[in-house]
T-cell receptor, first 113, second 116 residues
Framework: AQSVSQHNHHVILSEAASLELGCNYSYGGTVNLFWYVQYPGQHLQLLLKYFSGDPLVKGIKGFEAEFIKSKFSFNLRKPSVQWSDTAEYFCAVMQGGGFKTIFGAGTRLFVKA | NAGVTQTPKFQVLKTGQSMTLQCAQDMNHNSMYWYRQDPGMGLRLIYYSASEGTTDKGEVPNGYNVSRLNKREFSLRLESAAPSQTSVYFC???????????????FGPGTRLTVT
């Protein structure tokens, strides 16, 4: 069965530190990849997505992610985090041509001011 | 443009009671989804509807039923609530993007359900 693994459940960083959140998935076919963010008290919203083309995708608020097909990975990065990035981040994978999206367990990021 | 709306926002049920969670979207999306979110488990897909008139099971469908009432509305019903169904429930919708059948999802604000 398709699965999504996020390596870190909790991450604590100081402001201006760099961020990398790992995401690996198990499906071997064509995939569409997403990172969603859930700020405290809010619902999920899209950070960025990859469907095809350049494997390095840029999203909102300075986030980017790199799709490495050979490693089945889609890691999220930000060079310098801010206190306002405190949130829970979810990696999600949709089978290409399908509808079902499988989410990872999420990573809670806390940024110290 | 309200996006995805859900009612109610909060609900407390006793074991064995039934209820229906309502969801509506005004973005003319074809696909709609119901998820539950539990601590440490992320979002798990309960049911989805690829288009009006169709519904399919997701990862955790047991104990739930759904109805795609029309293109806008997709409801989730708990026939006999159990404490294990205590969770936060999110509805989402998605349109198409280029050649893909479904694109990114837009989420509602969630329903926090407690079953005692």
């Amino acid at each position: 069965a398709q699965s999504v693994s996020q390596h870190n459940h909790h991450v604590i960083l100081s402001e201006a530190a760099s961020l990398e959140l790992g995401c690996n998935y198990s499906y071997g076919g064509t995939v569409n990849l997403f990172w969603y963010v859930q700020y405290p008290g809010q619902h999920l919203q899209l950070l960025l997505k990859y469907f095809s083309g350049d494997p390095l995708v840029k999203g909102i608020k300075g986030f980017e992610a790199e799709f490495i097909k050979s490693k089945f990975s889609f890691n999220l990065r930000k060079p310098s985090v801010q206190w306002s990035d405190t949130a829970e981040y979810f990696c999600a994978v949709m089978q290409g041509g399908g509808f079902k999206t499988i989410f990872g367990a999420g990573t809670r990021l806390f940024v110290k001011a | 443009n309200a996006g995805v709306t859900q009612t109610p926002k909060f609900q407390v049920l006793k074991t064995g009671q039934s209820m229906t969670l309502q969801c509506a979207q005004d973005m003319n999306h074809n696909s709609m989804y119901w998820y539950r979110q539990d601590p440490g488990m992320g979002l798990r897909l309960i049911y989805y509807s690829a288009s009006e008139g169709t519904t399919d099971k997701g990862e955790v469908p047991n104990g739930y039923n759904v109805s795609r009432l029309n293109k806008r509305e997709f409801s989730l019903r708990l026939e006999s609530a159990a404490p294990s169904q205590t969770s936060v429930y999110f509805c989402a919708s998605s349109g198409t993007s280029g050649r893909t059948l479904a694109s990114e999802q837009y989420f509602g604000p969630g329903t926090r359900l407690t079953v005692t």
